[in-house]
T-cell receptor, first 113, second 112 residues
Framework: TQLLEQSPQFLSIQEGENLTVYCNSS?????LQWYRQEPGEGPVLLVT?????EVKKLKRLTFQFGDARKDSSLHITAAQPGDTGLYLC?????????????FGQGTILTVHP | NAGVTQTPKFQVLKTGQSMTLQCAQD?????MYWYRQDPGMGLRLIYY???????DKGEVPNGYNVSRLNKREFSLRLESAAPSQTSVYFC???????????FGPGTRLTVT
């Protein structure tokens, strides 16, 4: 079973600060996704990265996939209270694991006004 | 489009009781999934169905059974509920078996 380690597990910051969340593994993945989940709801996909070294931007969010496709980061610039939520990375190993996603344990982000 | 719908939203069971969680999607997706979410453990895959007529075990299948009734519906059954199955259960669907998944709102299950 591939493991995805997310850090930090909790993050509490003030509005306007920048932050980075990390997702690391010893396994190589064919693709990696980031989801955001609000209380009482299901996760919502933010981005999928598939190429080593790939960088994607979604407004104030920047996602990077490591060159070796073993790790990823999510950077938020000038965080806002609306960014509060649980951020999950998820990866697919491909091959015999085709169709199965492995999720990290999540990072709970709280942005204070 | 309703996306992925799940019923019920909340359920309390006594140990040993059985129940079926229902999931339906209206996006014509081929693949469907059942996850459980526990504090500090992210989402763990219980079972998945890559296409209509097929089902496969995920990471934590013990104590559960599934049925892919048709392309739209994928149900999860607990035959004899145990307190360890207290969790939030999410159904998801995907147009492909590798990329993006779309989640339902979840079922919060408590087994006493």
């Amino acid at each position: 079973t591939q493991l995805l380690e997310q850090s930090p597990q909790f993050l509490s910051i003030q509005e306007g600060e920048n932050l980075t969340v990390y997702c690391n593994s010893s396994s190589v993945f064919s693709s990696l996704q980031w989801y955001r989940q609000e209380p009482g709801e299901g996760p919502v996909l933010l981005v999928t990265v598939v190429t080593g070294g790939e960088v994607k931007k979604l407004k104030r969010l920047t996602f990077q996939f490591g060159d070796a496709r073993k790790d990823s980061s999510l950077h938020i610039t000038a965080a806002q209270p609306g960014d509060t939520g649980l951020y999950l990375c998820a990866a697919n190993a491909g091959g015999t694991s085709y169709g199965k996603l492995t999720f990290g344990q999540g990072t709970i982000l709280t942005v204070h006004p | 489009n309703a996306g992925v719908t799940q019923t019920p939203k909340f359920q309390v069971l006594k140990t040993g009781q059985s129940m079926t969680l229902q999931c339906a999607q209206d996006m014509n997706h081929n693949s469907m999934y059942w996850y459980r979410q526990d504090p500090g453990m992210g989402l763990r895959l219980i079972y998945y169905s890559a296409s209509e007529g097929t089902t496969d075990k995920g990471e934590v299948p013990n104590g559960y059974n599934v049925s892919r009734l048709n392309k739209r519906e994928f149900s999860l059954r607990l035959e004899s509920a145990a307190p360890s199955q207290t969790s939030v259960y999410f159904c998801a669907s995907s147009p492909r078996t590798v990329y993006e998944q779309y989640f339902g709102p979840g079922t919060r299950l408590t087994v006493t």
